[in-house]
């Protein structure tokens, strides 16, 4: 089945200064994934995603990359803000669409 | 339009006891999945319903079960419960559990199993 790896577990960065978590996953199949932000006791929010016929997609200070033949997708945030603090999760969706794999999650801390 | 409700927001357990769990999804999002999330663990699958059906089931044991009702909402059920079931237990919908659809969160069930 799909395992997805995710690094770093932690990213603490400056405001202003930019912030990359990567992920890999393991089934060439997968052709659907998106990333989630989840603050302190709220519910995961889906910030972006990007299908594997688009190499690069943004919206606003987030940008996510594929590299199919890697297997491996990238979350880019620049001008980090301190309301960016959260955990981040990426996640793969199996090849029939009913589940999707996660991540193990990255805890992002701005520093003011 | 409402998003994913769930109910309760919080339940307190002892070992030995079952609980159910409510989840309604968003209005017109067929497919209806859950997730356990632990700090040392992530999100793991736990099954996916749509059309009243068992679709997929993760890795979990038997006593995690579930249904979906003909309009949609879901309840899971834990039964005997041990303490390594405390978790936050997220439902998610999507339009039909299909490729490439986005899959939405309710806030979830923290479940504290004594």
């Known amino acids: 089945g799909e395992n997805v790896e995710q690094h770093p577990s932690t990213l603490s960065v400056q405001e202003g200064d930019s912030a990359v978590i990567k992920c890999t996953y393991s089934?060439?199949?997968?052709?659907?994934f998106p990333w989630y932000k989840q603050e302190l006791g709220k519910r995961p929010q889906l910030i972006i995603d990007i299908r594997s016929n688009v190499g690069e997609k943004k919206d606003q200070r987030i940008a996510v990359t594929l590299n199919k033949t890697a297997k491996h997708f990238s979350l880019h945030i620049t001008e980090t803000q301190p309301e960016d603090s959260a955990v981040y999760f990426c996640?793969?969706?199996?090849?029939?669409?009913?589940?999707?794999?996660f991540g193990p999650g990255t805890r992002l801390s701005v520093l003011p | 339009k409402a998003g994913v409700t769930q109910t309760p927001r919080y339940l307190i357990k002892t070992r030995g006891q079952q609980v159910t769990l409510s989840c309604s999804p968003i209005s017109g999002h067929r497919s209806v999945s859950w997730y356990q999330q632990t700090p040392g663990q992530g999100l793991q699958f736990l099954f996916e319903y749509f059309s009243e059906t068992q679709r997929n089931k993760g890795n979990f044991p038997g006593r995690f079960s579930g249904r979906q009702f003909s309009n949609s909402r879901s309840e899971m059920n834990v039964s005997t419960l041990e303490l390594g079931d405390s978790a936050l237990y997220l439902c998610?919908?999507?339009?039909?559990?299909?490729?490439?659809?986005?899959?939405?969160f309710g806030s979830g069930t923290q479940l504290s199993v004594l």
């Open positions: 996640a793969a969706q199996d090849n029939y669409g009913q589940n999707f794999v």
């Open positions: 089934d060439s199949a997968s052709n659907y």
């Open positions: 998610a919908s999507s339009l039909q559990g299909a490729l490439n659809e986005k899959l939405f």
